[in-house]
């Protein structure tokens, strides 16, 4: 289990706990005000608009189950992202909406993810991106509200919490007898038995048309053609992958040398290694990928085979 943490502020955190808590892979939820101007608030102080706190509620989940880009995506579900310090009946800057982070390393994931929002809404959104710089637990009567009261009040209609129990990742790993029946002899070879397929005998070794690359056993995004580079080694060659969240590196010394393995962290298939002898104005690295391990998404297919969100990475 990989426990990881992230505050979300949607309006009432009754509701906001109660949604959070029925995604799978989110372990422990609670509510609290998060960065305002004193220690201990109490809910009155909090509510007399005098100490800048936010309700907000304490998400902890499972990283080997849930990643943070699909939570994000279920917080855009339940809140009215442009609008400002109210969210269903509740006003005041108690009720703005905001995610609030204590590792670093999700700030360009909660980033991305609020920039594809707002390229998707035609007004403004209003959805703070800040570190968390205190949080204190609501009183005890705040704290699963919604399950000591089910017909209490909630900003969030029921039937979303139902739609919550249900929802999963896009991308998910498959077992071996699906994987099996659906990838080709070699494809399995190599994503499964971390097989290599030959050098200039495969089908991407060459090809430089625009679009992504996808994981062949999850269909997850995992490198993209504008980072892909043509390094004379006879298999596809990236400078990295989409986001190093989509990958793994391991130590592989199977061939009697220390090399480093790469794989999909979401489908665990083997892709190839990655070196040092890259481009230097690319970052220095190569990613040597099977062609076996990837299925090509031209860019001009991306949005009608649900790639659409993706489409951001040619704006640059």
């Given at each position: ?190 994503t499964q038995l971390n ?63 220390n090399r480093t393995e ?6 665990d298939a083997h892709l ?45």
């Open positions: 289990m990989k426990r990881h943490d992230i505050y979300f502020a949607g309006g009432c955190f009754w509701g906001v706990e109660k949604y959070f808590s029925c995604i799978q892979g989110v372990i422990e939820t609670e509510v609290g005000y998060a960065n305002g101007n004193k220690e201990n608030p109490t809910y009155e102080e909090v509510c007399n608009h005098t100490t800048d706190f936010v309700e907000c509620v304490h998400v902890v989940y499972d990283q080997d189950i849930v990643s943070l880009s699909f939570l994000l995506d279920m917080f855009y579900k339940v809140i009215d992202p442009t609008s400002i310090n109210r969210q269903g009946n509740d006003i005041g800057n108690q009720y703005r909406t905001g995610v609030y982070y204590i590792d670093k390393n999700d700030l360009l994931v909660i980033k991305q993810s609020l920039q594809l929002l707002q390229d998707k809404i035609k007004r403004d959104i209003a959805v703070e991106c800040s570190l968390l710089d205190n949080f204190y637990l609501a009183e005890e009567y705040h704290q699963k509200y919604l399950d000591q009261h089910p017909h209490g009040y909630c900003h969030i209609p029921a039937f979303q919490f139902e739609e919550a129990k249900q929802a999963k990742e896009r991308f998910s790993k498959k077992d071996k007898e699906e994987l099996k029946n659906s990838l080709s002899d070699e494809q399995y070879s190599v097989a290599t397929e030959r050098p200039y005998e495969n089908i991407y070794w060459d090809a430089f048309e625009e679009g992504i690359y996808v994981d062949v056993t999850t269909d997850e995004p995992l490198f993209v053609s504008t980072d892909k580079f043509d390094s004379g080694c006879g298999w596809p060659s990236f400078s990295k992958p989409i986001e190093r969240k989509v990958i793994k590196e391991l130590r592989d010394t199977s061939l009697g040398i790469v794989r999909s962290k979401t489908g190839g290694h990655v070196f040092t002898d890259g481009p230097q104005d690319k970052g220095g690295l190569r990613y040597c990928i099977n062609s076996a391990s990837l299925i090509f998404i031209p860019k001009d297919q991306m949005e009608e085979k649900g790639y659409q969100d993706y489409l951001y990475l040619f704006q640059k």
